[in-house]
Nanobody, 125 residues
Framework: QVQLVESGGGLVQAGDSLRLTCAVS????????MGWFRQTPGKEREFVAA????????YYRDSVKGRFTIARDNAQNTVVLQMNSLKPEDTAVYYC??????????????????WGQGTQVTVSS
């Protein structure tokens, strides 16, 4: 059974930084594309960042490019999302997802197979 556990969320002020971590257990971590998504009440889960199985390719939504960085450690079975220069519009529940079958890196939440429970990020102005 694959389990994903996010940590690192919290309440910060605009301009601050947070580092989210997703720890994966119960599967072969290096075989998963990993992604971070976020969701606010009443809205669909939206793509934030994704990283290929090797870590050699990364993808970001336009609004976080230059501020967020995704990285993975295949030895530690973790993926992190470093978030700098946070803005109030980054406020959301952030979810870590794992995708196991596609040959490409997906930015679509419905294509991900496993999810964590989410961690709240709140950015005050």
């Amino acid at each position: 059974q694959v389990q994903l556990v996010e940590s690192g969320g919290g309440l910060v002020q605009a301009g601050d930084s947070l580092r989210l971590t997703c720890a994966v257990s119960g599967g072969t971590f290096s075989s998963y594309v990993m992604g971070w998504f976020r969701q606010t009440p009443g809205k669909e889960r939206e793509f934030v960042a994704a990283i290929s199985r090797s870590g050699g390719s990364t993808y970001y939504r336009d609004s976080v490019k230059g501020r967020f960085t995704i990285a993975r450690d295949n030895a530690q079975n973790t993926v992190v999302l470093q978030m700098n220069s946070l803005k109030p519009e980054d406020t959301a529940v952030y979810y870590c997802g794992a995708e196991r079958l596609l040959a490409r890196v997906s930015t679509t939440s419905r294509e991900y197979d496993y999810w964590g429970q989410g961690t709240q990020v709140t950015v005050s102005s």
